[in-house]
């Protein structure tokens, strides 16, 4: 047995109390899992790679921000999240620009350069000249959600500024019609019309519309299109091609835009089709990371934007041998924290799902345990890619400990479903 395995043996549990809980998260912490490297601005970098490091992790994801920010939001580091919205803000009012470009010119939407970056430079909060699949509708509408949460909360400022800033972020997903819109997604990849960035641009409406002093598109008009269409889509992530994603379970939680009975199918699809024996697949035939990942492809060009030449990469593709990814696992277990009604045994599942989390924990050279990306093939064994800790990862490990920490039932975040049709 790893020394890794041994360290962490005796805090797996069939069942968690309040304590083993506490104890676990003492222990994790102690070695160094929930170091966050955090900007003097408040962004994460997507891990803690060096500043000058060709991967381009060194760099800030709006999506990761935003996950990571709610994570900390959650577990009662109010500050720290409401530095991270206000500094996304910051930058976005920067892409205005850009927003009211193609409000002027749909058109422009074509280039993904031209639209909003959705990865920048967080130190200096500049763009970054490298091409890149900016066409991230999910990103985008992760942003409309929480700033909106904060501000709702009052834990973010709500000046003619901001108000300003997302009514144009409204109006551009109106003019590039977000519930048809062709784009990169959650992975950024080839473009194509998405459940789970329909689903996370209606969860970015929808907290905008309860906001004081929106102006503008109909933004309930706007929720609609997008609601109407998710129901035809799902459970696919994108029809008729992609039958199953993880993405979608982000449309479970945080979002909470889906029903009962299609948050069941998803975690059922997840769980049947995507779940290895380490982490879960991102989607059935993922070459990114595929075996011998780092034999195929030099270092600059493992991370580069493989958007529109997807066939390059997809050329390595071994099925039933994808990466296998480490962020889903912990997320899976706050589903069930706060749903556990959505299975027999929610409770056994919650703590399943935070066992397997934990065992994808990597030990450093300095004896710290670390959350990889993924997992991949390297001579027919699985091992860490390079990105180590990911430090969305390593948030939702700690907010999947947290909530067996605190009780599902006094989080304003537990799960109540819409009604809706559920299409088989």
Same mark, same amino acid.
């Given at each position: 047995?790893?020394?890794?395995?041994?360290?962490?043996?005796?805090?797996?549990?069939?069942?968690?109390?309040?304590? #083993?809980?506490?104890? *676990?998260? @003492?222990? *994790? $912490?102690?070695?160094?899992?929930?170091?966050?490297?955090?900007?003097?601005? &408040?962004? /994460?970098?997507?891990?803690?790679?060096?500043?000058?490091?060709? %991967?381009?992790?060194?760099?800030?994801?709006?999506?990761?921000?935003?996950?990571?920010?709610?994570?900390?939001?959650?577990?009662?580091?109010?500050?720290?999240?409401?530095?991270?919205?206000?500094?996304?803000?910051?930058?976005?009012? %920067?892409?205005?620009?850009?927003?009211?470009?193609?409000?002027?010119? !749909?058109?422009?939407?074509?280039?993904?350069?031209?639209?909003?970056?959705?990865?920048?430079?967080?130190?200096?909060?500049?763009?970054?000249?490298?091409?890149?699949?900016?066409?991230?509708?999910?990103?985008?509408?992760? /942003?409309?959600? /929480?700033?909106?949460?904060?501000?709702?909360?009052?834990?973010? !400022?709500?000046?003619?500024?901001?108000?300003?800033?997302?009514?144009?972020?409204?109006?551009?997903?109106?003019?590039?019609?977000?519930?048809? #819109?062709?784009?990169?997604?959650?992975?950024?990849?080839?473009?194509?019309?998405?459940? %789970?960035?329909? @689903?996370?641009?209606?969860?970015?409406? $929808?907290? /905008?519309?309860?906001?004081?002093?929106?102006?503008?598109?109909?933004?309930?008009? *706007? $929720?609609?299109?997008?609601?109407?269409?998710?129901?035809?889509?799902?459970?696919?992530?994108?029809?008729? =091609?992609?039958?199953?994603?993880?993405?979608? *379970?982000?449309?479970?939680?945080?979002?909470?835009?889906?029903?009962?009975?299609?948050?069941?199918?998803?975690?059922?699809?997840?769980?049947?089709?995507?779940? &290895?024996?380490?982490?879960?697949?991102?989607?059935?035939?993922?070459?990114?990371?595929?075996?011998?990942?780092?034999?195929?492809?030099?270092?600059?060009?493992?991370?580069? +934007?493989? =958007? +529109?030449?997807?066939?390059?990469?997809?050329?390595?593709?071994?099925?039933?041998?994808?990466?296998?990814?480490?962020?889903?696992?912990?997320?899976? %277990?706050?589903?069930?924290?706060?749903?556990?009604?959505?299975?027999? #045994?929610?409770?056994?599942?919650?703590?399943?799902?935070?066992?397997?989390?934990? $065992?994808?924990?990597?030990? =450093?050279? +300095?004896?710290?345990?670390?959350?990889?990306?993924?997992?991949?093939?390297?001579?027919?064994?699985?091992?860490?890619? #390079?990105?180590?800790?990911?430090?969305?990862?390593?948030?939702?490990?700690?907010?999947?400990?947290?909530?067996?920490?605190? !009780?599902?039932?006094?989080?304003?975040?537990?799960?109540?479903?819409?009604?809706?049709?559920?299409?088989?």
């Amino acid at each position: 047995m790893k020394k890794k395995d041994e360290l962490i043996a005796g805090y797996l549990l069939d069942r968690y109390g309040r304590e #083993d809980a506490v104890k *676990l998260y @003492g222990f *994790l $912490r102690s070695h160094g899992t929930f170091d966050f490297k955090r900007l003097g601005n &408040g962004l /994460f970098p997507a891990t803690t790679a060096p500043d000058q490091d060709s %991967s381009g992790y060194q760099y800030v994801w709006v999506r990761d921000n935003v996950h990571i920010a709610h994570a900390h939001y959650q577990w009662g580091d109010i500050a720290a999240a409401a530095q991270t919205a206000e500094t996304l803000m910051t930058f976005f009012q %920067s892409q205005r620009k850009r927003m009211r470009a193609i409000i002027q010119d !749909p058109l422009l939407a074509s280039d993904p350069m031209n639209r909003p970056h959705v990865r920048f430079d967080g130190r200096r909060l500049r763009e970054l000249d490298q091409k890149w699949a900016h066409a991230q509708n999910d990103a985008l509408g992760y /942003f409309l959600w /929480f700033y909106s949460r904060l501000a709702k909360a009052k834990a973010v !400022p709500w000046t003619e500024d901001e108000q300003a800033c997302l009514t144009d972020l409204v109006a551009y997903f109106q003019t590039i019609r977000y519930w048809e #819109d062709k784009d990169s997604g959650h992975w950024e990849e080839e473009r194509k019309v998405s459940a %789970s960035s329909i @689903g996370t641009v209606v969860a970015g409406l $929808r907290e /905008f519309s309860g906001l004081d002093g929106n102006a503008g598109p109909d933004v309930a008009g *706007l $929720r609609a299109r997008g609601e109407t269409v998710l129901e035809t889509i799902l459970p696919y992530e994108s029809r008729p =091609s992609r039958r199953y994603d993880a993405a979608l *379970l982000f449309l479970i939680y945080p979002l909470n835009v889906v029903s009962r009975d299609q948050a069941a199918v998803i975690l059922r699809d997840v769980k049947e089709n995507l779940e &290895g024996h380490i982490g879960i697949r991102r989607y059935l035939n993922d070459s990114y990371w595929c075996p011998d990942y780092r034999k195929i492809f030099r270092t600059k060009e493992r991370t580069r +934007d493989f =958007s +529109d030449t997807m066939q390059a990469r997809d050329a390595h593709i071994r099925f039933g041998r994808e990466a296998q990814w480490c962020i889903f696992d912990a997320l899976i %277990s706050c589903i069930y924290a706060h749903q556990p009604s959505l299975t027999k #045994d929610g409770e056994g599942l919650q703590a399943y799902h935070l066992n397997r989390a934990l $065992r994808q924990l990597t030990e =450093s050279a +300095d004896g710290r345990l670390l959350c990889p990306e993924a997992y991949f093939l390297e001579k027919n064994a699985y091992t860490p890619n #390079d990105h180590v800790p990911l430090q969305w990862a390593q948030a939702n490990l700690r907010l999947a400990i947290h909530f067996f920490c605190t !009780p599902a039932e006094s989080h304003p975040d537990r799960l109540r479903f819409p009604v809706r049709f559920t299409r088989p």
